[in-house]
């Protein structure tokens, strides 16, 4: 573990058009297990975790609209739906941070107060294309034939006075410290594109919009409000206010491959137009595909992770999340592949592997065993937490798997339940190996599977050590 006095970790906050997928909860558990992690290495009290809910913009006040209810109610009532359900995940943000909440509006107009006065702000007027989906404009590069390359809709061509942020002239400052590694992009395909990107040269960008009642006003220009975007990004510097202490900068913001240029680009220079340090690191993440297909509304393919949750429970769906993908890279997600990996990996693996070995400890042991922890072990979780580090948590899992087994190889092969019968002795030290390996699992599961890992530690570490209830019950 790498020394630390903290570790300041967020997620890109969910716009509020539409309920919480998969795909929103692939990021906020890689997240979890990530401030789990350091929380464990590094003490709770020096860890903070944020998440929470972008409300603003048109997008948003025609979603009401539609809907039928007062603004303030729709957003209040759809934020709640993305706290429920990572609250059904058991991710536990140190706060869920709302654009709509005070101390966030008077945070972004402070911020940009200050951005004015150190001379990056001008006024101007701007003709693009935008889209009303992304509540983006797009340049003639990055939309070929006028069209979204998220929505894959007919942009609109806009011509509207705004006030701008000189990004192209910050923008000269963000290469050389992604060079330098003072601001790291991972992975490095993802740092060559944002490289790419400022080697073309990027156009100073609109910081607000006229006619959209539903955001934050400028402080000097009631007639415009701050551009949802900036008005998302700033969250970060609001959530890293914790009482007296101040987190920022953060250690690692994890994002979608999707907004990776504006947490790249634009937030940065944001940040340098106002005299704050960068972001440590930016983590940019692939895209949950079903049966190869980008999850969307219009196709019908979004998964709803509460139904998972509902059937297999909260660990099982945090164990595929991260099991199955490589975190950086896209990858297909399904319920076939949540319901493979419960029936074989969870109950069959590791799930009758506790309820086995604990029922011949009582049986032959009266339940009462010595743990003995296996010195290899120690190189091992050393290396797991390398992995965790590095984002690549599906190779972490696998490395735990390892463990599993050979837990359940030793006792396939030296038939505990006959031995137990002949050398009592060798029985014994066999099974205490076994129940060592099972805590060193379980304590490696934490930030993973958490519920589980506490049942197996309970299990195990028991001054009498009882059969295990099911830790994978059968689905039907």
């Given at each position: 573990?790498?020394?630390?006095?903290?570790?300041?970790?967020?997620?890109?906050?969910?716009?509020?058009?539409?309920?919480?997928?998969?795909?929103?909860?692939?990021?906020?558990?890689?997240?979890?297990?990530?401030?789990?992690?350091?929380?464990?290495?590094?003490?709770?009290?020096?860890?903070?975790?944020?998440?929470?809910?972008?409300?603003?913009?048109?997008k948003i006040a025609k979603a009401?609209?539609?809907?039928?209810?007062?603004?303030?109610?729709?957003?209040?009532?759809?934020?709640?739906?993305?706290?429920?359900?990572?609250?059904?995940?058991?991710?536990?943000?140190?706060?869920?941070?709302?654009?709509?909440?005070?101390?966030?509006?008077?945070?972004?107009?402070?911020?940009?107060?200050?951005?004015?006065?150190?001379?990056?702000?001008?006024?101007?007027?701007?003709?693009?294309?935008?889209?009303?989906?992304c509540e983006t404009f797009y340049?003639?590069?990055?939309?070929?034939?006028?069209?979204?390359?998220?929505?894959?809709?007919?942009?609109?061509?806009?011509?509207?006075?705004?006030?701008?942020?000189?990004?192209?002239?910050?923008?000269?400052?963000?290469?050389?410290?992604?060079?330098?590694?003072?601001?790291?992009?991972?992975?490095?395909?993802?740092?060559?594109?944002?490289?790419?990107?400022?080697?073309?040269?990027?156009?100073?960008?609109?910081?607000?919009?006229?006619?959209?009642?539903?955001?934050?006003?400028?402080?000097?220009?009631?007639?415009?409000?701050?551009?949802?975007?900036?008005?998302?990004?700033?969250?970060?510097?609001?959530?890293?206010?914790?009482g007296d202490k101040n987190w920022?900068?953060?250690?690692?913001?994890?994002?979608?491959?999707?907004?990776?240029?504006?947490?790249?680009?634009?937030?940065?220079?944001?940040?340098?137009?106002?005299?704050?340090?960068?972001?440590?690191?930016?983590?940019?993440?692939?895209?949950?595909?079903?049966?190869?297909?980008?999850?969307?509304?219009?196709?019908?393919?979004?998964?709803?992770?509460?139904?998972?949750?509902?059937?297999?429970?909260?660990?099982?769906?945090?164990?595929?999340?991260?099991?199955?993908?490589?975190?950086?890279?896209?990858?297909?997600?399904?319920?076939?592949?949540?319901?493979?990996?419960?029936?074989?990996?969870?109950?069959?693996?590791?799930?009758?592997?506790?309820?086995?070995?604990?029922?011949?400890?009582?049986?032959?042991?009266?339940?009462?065993?010595?743990?003995?922890?296996?010195?290899?072990?120690?190189?091992?979780?050393?290396?797991?937490?390398?992995?965790?580090?590095?984002?690549?948590?599906?190779?972490?899992?696998?490395?735990?798997?390892?463990?599993?087994?050979?837990?359940?190889?030793?006792?396939?092969?030296?038939?505990?339940?006959?031995?137990?019968?002949?050398?009592?002795?060798?029985?014994?030290?066999?099974?205490?190996?076994?129940?060592?390996?099972?805590?060193?699992?379980?304590?490696?599961?934490?930030?993973?599977?958490?519920?589980?890992?506490?049942?197996?530690?309970?299990?195990?570490?028991?001054?009498?050590?009882?059969?295990?209830?099911?830790?994978?019950?059968?689905?039907?």
């Amino acid at each position: 573990m790498k020394n630390t006095d903290k570790f300041y970790i967020t997620t890109a906050i969910d716009y509020i058009n539409a309920k919480p997928h998969i795909g929103h909860a692939y990021e906020k558990v890689a997240s979890d297990v990530l401030a789990r992690h350091y929380a464990a290495n590094i003490g709770r009290d020096k860890v903070r975790f944020l998440t929470g809910t972008d409300e603003h913009g048109a997008k948003i006040a025609k979603a009401a609209e539609t809907d039928g209810r007062p603004l303030e109610d729709f957003a209040r009532e759809t934020a709640a739906k993305f706290s429920f359900a990572w609250d059904q995940l058991n991710i536990e943000p140190d706060r869920f941070i709302r654009t709509t909440d005070a101390d966030h509006i008077a945070t972004v107009q402070s911020l940009l107060v200050t951005i004015k006065e150190n001379g990056f702000l001008y006024e101007g007027e701007y003709e693009g294309l935008y889209c009303t989906a992304c509540e983006t404009f797009y340049t003639e590069t990055d939309a070929t034939d006028h069209i979204c390359p998220i929505h894959k809709t007919v942009l609109e061509l806009l011509k509207e006075k705004n006030w701008f942020l000189k990004v192209n002239e910050l923008s000269q400052q963000i290469k050389p410290k992604i060079a330098s590694g003072e601001f790291v992009i991972w992975p490095i395909s993802a740092a060559h594109e944002i490289t790419s990107w400022l080697n073309q040269g990027f156009k100073d960008i609109a910081i607000s919009r006229p006619n959209v009642k539903w955001g934050i006003p400028l402080p000097w220009d009631k007639d415009q409000t701050v551009y949802v975007w900036v008005d998302a990004l700033i969250n970060y510097i609001t959530g890293a206010k914790d009482g007296d202490k101040n987190w920022w900068p953060a250690n690692v913001h994890v994002v979608g491959k999707d907004i990776a240029k504006f947490h790249c680009i634009i937030w940065p220079a944001i940040l340098l137009a106002a005299g704050l340090e960068l972001p440590k690191q930016v983590v940019v993440h692939g895209y949950l595909t079903i049966g190869g297909q980008k999850m969307s509304k219009s196709v019908g393919n979004v998964i709803d992770p509460n139904d998972w949750v509902a059937k297999y429970g909260a660990d099982a769906v945090r164990y595929l999340l991260m099991r199955e993908v490589a975190f950086g890279q896209d990858g297909d997600v399904s319920e076939e592949k949540l319901r493979t990996r419960y029936t074989g990996e969870l109950a069959n693996g590791l799930g009758n592997l506790v309820s086995r070995i604990t029922t011949l400890v009582e049986n032959y042991l009266g339940g009462e065993v010595v743990v003995d922890t296996i010195d290899e072990q120690n190189s091992e979780s050393n290396e797991i937490h390398t992995l965790i580090q590095q984002f690549a948590f599906h190779d972490a899992l696998a490395k735990i798997w390892v463990w599993v087994a050979w837990a359940n190889k030793t006792v396939d092969e030296k038939k505990l339940w006959e031995l137990a019968k002949t050398d009592l002795e060798d029985f014994r030290k066999t099974a205490a190996g076994i129940l060592g390996a099972l805590e060193i699992i379980a304590k490696e599961l934490r930030p993973f599977m958490p519920e589980t890992a506490e049942k197996i530690l309970i299990a195990v570490t028991a001054k009498k050590i009882t059969k295990a209830e099911p830790l994978f019950p059968r689905i039907g």
